[in-house]
C-alpha cells in the first residue's frame, strides 16, 4: 500500500504594524497667563491691597464688642473717637525736641496731625524754652498751629497778656491764642475770672482775634460756665469715648488723651480732636 504524503500548507506569517507611534500631545502651557500671575502676586501693590485687607479683618475681629466709635489705634496706642475727622496735639518743654517731620508723616487709617497748640509763656517771666523752634518748624510741615499761655490767676491779668503778645506774632493762618486755665493758685473764684477777663479783652483788642480757652471739664462746671459763654472752648476730659458735654456748650477742641504716642516725640503727648469739618476748622483761623 503506498504510503501518501499529507501537504501541511504554512500559514504566512502575520505581520506586525512597525508603523512609528505617535507621541501623545501634551496640553501646552498658558505662559502668558502664567507670567502675569507671577507679576500681579509679586507686585508690592498686591501685597499692599492683601495686607490691608487682612490687616482690616484682624481689626473688625479684635473690635467685636467694642464702641465701633471709639477705636484702638496701635500707631498712637491709645483709643481715639473716630467720630472726628480732625485731629491735633498740644506740645510744650515736656516733649524735648520734636521731628516735626516725622509727626506729620505718621498716619493710621485716617488719623493724622492736622494741628498743633504750642506753649509759649507762663505767667509774666517764663516762656518755654522749645517755643520758637516749635512755632518755626511745626507750620514748615503743614501742621497748623496755635499758641497758649498757662495762666496764672495770682498775676495781673493784662500784664500777663502784654507778656504773652511780646513773645508771640499771631499770623494770618494760625489758630487763635489761647487761655490755659486750670489752676486757682490760691485765689476766690472771682478774682481768677477778673483777671482771666482782662487778659481775654487785652489780647483780642491787640490781635482783633478773639481767644479760646483751654480748660478741664470739671473747672469748668465748677467756676467758669456761665461767665465766658461768648468764648470758644477747648476741653480736657481724659479716655472717654464721647465729651460729657451740653451740645449747646461753645466747644470746639477736645483733649481726649494724655499718653499718646506719635513718631517724632520721644515722650507722651496730649491728643486733641475738633468738632466740625474742614470748613469749620478753616473758618476758625486767623484772617
Known sequence: MAVVKKTVVKKAPVKRNTAPRRKKSGTKLPWGLIVGFLLIILSPLYY???????????????????????RTYKSFQ???PSRY?????????AQGKIDWQKVRAMQEDSVRIN????????????VDPYFKRNWREA??????????????????GLWQARF????????????????DIEVLDRTSPQAMRKELKA??????????????????ISFYADYLAGHFDEYTLWIANFHQPELAMDEKTKWQFWQHSDIARVNGINHTVDFN?????????????VR
Open 48 to 70: 499692599g491691597y492683601v495686607l490691608k485687607t487682612f490687616s482690616a479683618t484682624w481689626r473688625w475681629i479684635m473690635d467685636i464688642g467694642e464702641n465701633p466709635h471709639y
Open 78 to 80: 491709645i483709643r481715639i
Open 85 to 93: 475727622h480732625i485731629h491735633g496735639i498740644d506740645v510744650s518743654y
Open 115 to 126: 494741628f498743633a497748640f504750642v506753649k509759649a509763656t507762663e505767667g509774666l517771666l517764663k
Open 139 to 156: 507750620p514748615k510741615v503743614g501742621i497748623t498751629c496755635g499758641a497758649y499761655h498757662f495762666f496764672r490767676p495770682e498775676k495781673n
Open 164 to 179: 504773652f503778645l511780646q513773645n508771640v506774632n499771631i499770623e494770618k493762618g494760625d489758630l487763635p491764642p489761647v487761655a
Open 199 to 216: 487778659f481775654l479783652t487785652y489780647v483780642e483788642n491787640k490781635t482783633r482775634v478773639r481767644p479760646i480757652i483751654y480748660t478741664n
Open 273 to 285: 480732636a475738633f468738632r466740625g469739618d474742614s470748613l469749620a476748622f478753616t473758618k476758625l483761623l
